[in-house]
């Protein structure tokens, strides 16, 4: 697998959305927020920085390099800098079009109360890296090595055949995760054997950690062929990545209207009314979030160096 790290799909903020891009020489540090990225308190995000070429084609050079330009990392929203690096992250994404490597990905997901951060990078075939940020402690622990003791565990228990057949010769995709408590998470994760062998297996995990940053894997569940997010998680997701971006006005309205719209989807009377609701619910949201994003992303576009 290549030991290039990327990701993604998260979001927010809340002051200083516009603030001035710094820089003016051609070897000064440009620094990127991934603004779908942006913790529900609109304080964080994860972002990048180089102080090489912004070309799109010597970013994806650089990410092969021993030693590359590109950094990832915790950011500060307000003041735009660089809090924490994540050992090994490489992963970019230009404005104002998200023009990013062919082949990697990025996933996030926040805490409800923003103090910890789970993201997860694949590139082709599965995951090459994925770090839990403690925003109290200012720490990241890189756990792509427990994620996947956990998932050959679940293999080994659970889909005994495939584990005598396969071992641990395969590829494995982590996507979706999600904070079920403080101190824990779930995630789903898939293999990939080759393009000639379309055998597979999937587990949702829940890991539980530590503040010392131990893990240790208390639940796993064999998935079938459809491993997408309910209808009720991916509502959360795009409602705690759109709030991040909002200001203090914007924020307070978007709660009182969840407010008033939960009633409406409790009061429904059929089943197949309320999932109506949701789905609208969905898209609504989500029209709005791609709408700040992309605005944030013009606004960075033209703020870069011609």
């Known amino acids: 697998m290549s030991k290039i790290s990327p990701i993604v799909r998260c979001a927010g903020l809340v002051l200083l959305l516009f603030a001035p891009l710094h820089w003016s020489k051609a070897d000064e540090t440009k620094l990127f927020i991934f603004w779908e990225t942006v913790s529900p308190d609109g304080k964080y995000a994860l972002g990048w920085s180089t102080d090489g070429s912004l070309d799109a084609d010597s970013l994806a050079a650089d990410m092969y390099n021993e030693n590359p330009n590109i950094k990832n990392g915790l950011v500060n929203v307000a003041s735009r800098k660089m809090l924490l690096v994540l050992p090994g992250a490489e992963y970019w994404d230009l404005p104002p079009n998200g023009t990013h490597p062919n082949h990697y990905s990025m996933a996030t997901v926040w805490s409800d109360d923003s103090a910890s951060l789970l993201a997860i990078y694949d590139s082709r075939y599965g995951t090459d890296g994925a770090h839990l940020v403690d925003v109290k402690t200012m720490r990241a622990k890189e756990l792509i090595s427990d994620l996947k003791s956990a998932f050959y565990q679940a293999v080994r228990d659970k889909a005994a055949s495939y584990y005598r057949k396969y071992g641990k010769e395969y590829y494995i995709g982590f996507l979706n995760p999600w904070f079920t408590g403080h101190d824990r998470f779930e995630v789903s994760g898939s293999t990939f054997v080759s393009k000639f062998d379309d055998s597979t297996v999937a587990f949702a995990l829940t890991l539980q950690f530590t ?96």
């Open 211 to 306: 503040p010392t940053g131990k893990f240790s894997s208390i639940k796993s569940e064999k998935l079938g062929d459809d491993l997408g997010e309910s209808d009720d998680r991916e509502l959360n997701r795009t409602y705690r990545s759109l709030i991040g971006l909002l200001t203090s006005d914007e924020r307070k309205a978007l709660v009182e209207e969840e407010r008033a719209w939960i009633v409406q989807r409790d009061n429904a009377r059929t089943v197949p009314a309320k999932d109506d609701l949701v789905a609208a619910r969905i898209q609504e949201l989500s029209n709005r979030l791609d709408s700040k994003i992309d605005a944030l992303r013009v606004a960075d576009g033209e703020k870069m160096p011609k």
